[in-house]
């Protein structure tokens, strides 16, 4: 068995405790990797037209009748997301005028005609767990 002391004074408790607050109140350059991790997910579940459950946003009998790569010639989605960091914060937006027609699966009036058509919900934020565990590690990391 072992016996010492262990004896911390006032100051350098206060030093160690100060440096926990400012790397706390900080996490921007975790968040700037994360950033760049995050946003390269978001292509991916659009490219692959994959949603959180493993499902494919077109049907097989529809994405043979569209042409898979139909689809994606655009691109406007894909292009529309943007990312900004600030402190301890990672906000994802979306400047797609029909952005919340796929993240939340919207009825919308066609065309004015007065016909409500349900958009299948399909959206390309979310992580997977391997994504949420590199997350993890990168803020562990940074303490």
Known sequence: MYN???????????FALDA???KLIDL???????????????????TKQENPDGS?????KAAARLGRNKALDTQNYRKSFRSN?????????????????H???LAINIFGRGVLYKFPQRSA????????????NTIARGF
């Not at 921007?28 to 659009?46: A, G, K, L, Y």
């Not at 494919?56 to 097989?60: I, M, V």
């Not at 979306?94 to 919340?100: D, F, R």
């Open 4 to 14: 010492f002391d262990f004896k911390i004074n006032d100051k350098d408790a206060l």
């Open 20 to 22: 926990v607050m400012k």
């Open 28 to 46: 921007s350059p975790e968040f700037r990797e994360i950033e760049i991790f995050v946003n390269s997910q978001i292509q991916d579940h659009i």
């Open 56 to 60: 494919k946003y077109l049907s097989p």
């Open 85 to 101: 960091v600030d402190k301890n914060s990672l906000v994802i937006s979306s400047t797609h005028p029909g952005n919340l027609t």
């Open 103 to 105: 993240e939340k699966g």
């Open 125 to 136: 934020v979310w992580l997977s767990k391997k994504a949420l565990d590199n997350i993890s």
